[in-house]
């Protein structure tokens, strides 16, 4: 064996035999790890997760004396988690959920929903609901109505 190293130069050079032992304990070192712990299987739960709990549920619910909207606008400003929505037409009474996580401070900025009636409409409103309570509405009448809900975060009172 020596001869077949000595023919490639490997025991005369140091440099040779180092990279040549690296690689022999590298390789010697690769292989396969079991897991000593036996596999658990997963236990089905009981318990419900409340969406609440997780995130903040914002609902929007546009309502008319026709069964149908135009130019509708929806902007859930999240900080990691923005969505919006806009259709030029939508049947109504129209009512849609957004959910927003809580993973961050102050997760939710503001909610701003915008519609216009259609030309059989006498009146429009939208309503905002932050977890099932209210918390902007509005109802607009005339010829060109527009109804325009918004909640802006504020710190304080209000």
Request: hydrophobic letters at 40%; charged letters at 25%.
């Amino acid at each position: 064996m020596n001869r077949g190293l000595q023919s490639l130069g490997i025991l005369k050079n140091p440099w040779m035999l180092a990279v040549l032992a690296g690689v022999v304990i590298l390789l010697s070192a690769c292989g396969t790890a079991t897991d000593p712990i036996p596999e658990k299987k997963a236990e089905e739960s009981t318990a419900t997760v409340e969406p609440e709990a997780d995130a903040i549920l914002v609902e929007v619910l546009i309502e008319s004396d026709s069964d149908a909207a135009l130019n509708l606008e929806v902007e859930v400003n999240a900080r990691d988690h923005p969505q919006s929505v806009y259709f030029d037409s939508i049947e109504l009474p129209y009512r849609e959920e957004f959910a927003v996580p809580k993973d961050t401070f102050i997760p939710l900025t503001s909610t701003r929903v915008q519609a216009e009636k259609d030309a059989d409409a006498t009146w429009i409103s939208c309503t905002i609901l932050y977890d099932g309570e209210v918390v902007a509405t509005h109802t607009s009448r005339g010829d060109s109505a527009k109804s325009v809900c918004e909640k802006k975060f504020r710190l304080g009172p209000g």
